[in-house]
T-cell receptor, first 112, second 109 residues
Framework: DAMVIQNPRYQVTQFGKPVTLSCSQTLNHNVMYWYQQKSSQAPKLLFHYYDKDFNNEADTPDNFQSRRPNTSFCFLDIRSPGLGDAAMYLC???????????FGPGTRLTVL | KNQVEQSPQSLIILEGKNCTLQCNYTVSPFSNLRWYKQDTGRGPVSLTI?????NTKSNGRYTATLDADTKQSSLHITASQLSDSASYIC????????FGTGTSLTVIP
């Protein structure tokens, strides 16, 4: 089945220790998104790729970076995680920017 | 300012009962409105998508309505089941996506 896969599902890291979250898709969608969702809050868009074009939200901290080496994969790098970065990180894809988004199961990040 | 507001924030109902969740938005221009179901610890899953010209759309026991004039949408759940316990998120697409904060639904036996 075509799907959006996120690894790992749970990630524990130490304060200040870099961490990378992974997202892959078999939908062959052009657009891939990364969202941060904290408890009882709506997902907050961090950035998205349209093909290889990177689009960063204005209020996304510099601590968050992303890579998309090919159509199928997209990575979220948190260079120096702080306690406030503990959250669920959701990856989503869509054929085009305004189209329906398909979400992965998320990665729950804990920062110690 | 483009906003999406959902009510109630949380809701507890008995299994088998019906409920209605509300979504009001001020997004302009408007492209479409989606309702997502998000189980605890999981990613959101799409329930319905509605465009400007659609008033009602059903997906099993879920029925969404849209009034584009008043910029209101509702999600009606019929004969609730324990598995309906989740957060329900309204997402409005305009020039970008605007997420509501969700309604947390708990269905109890």
């Amino acid at each position: 089945d075509a799907m959006v896969i996120q690894n790992p599902r749970y990630q524990v890291t130490q304060f200040g220790k870099p961490v990378t979250l992974s997202c892959s898709q078999t939908l062959n969608h052009n657009v891939m998104y990364w969202y941060q969702q904290k408890s009882s809050q709506a997902p907050k868009l961090l950035f998205h790729y349209y093909d290889k074009d990177f689009n960063n939200e204005a209020d996304t901290p510099d601590n968050f970076q992303s890579r998309r080496p090919n159509t199928s994969f997209c990575f979220l790098d948190i260079r120096s995680p702080g306690l406030g970065d503990a959250a669920m990180y959701l990856c989503a894809t869509s054929p085009r920017v305004a189209d329906e988004q398909f979400f992965g199961p998320g990665t729950r990040l804990t920062v110690l | 300012k483009n906003q999406v507001e959902q009510s109630p924030q949380s809701l507890i109902i008995l299994e088998g009962k019906n409920c209605t969740l509300q979504c009001n938005y001020t997004v302009s221009p408007f492209s479409n409105l989606r309702w997502y179901k998000q189980d605890t610890g999981r990613g959101p899953v799409s329930l319905t998508i509605m465009t400007f010209s659609e008033n009602t759309k059903s997906n099993g026991r879920y029925t969404a309505t849209l009034d584009a004039d008043t910029k209101q949408s509702s999600l009606h759940i019929t004969a609730s089941q324990l598995s309906d316990s989740a957060s329900y998120i309204c997402v409005v697409s305009g020039e970008e996506f605007y997420f509501g904060t969700g309604t947390s639904l708990t269905v109890i036996p």
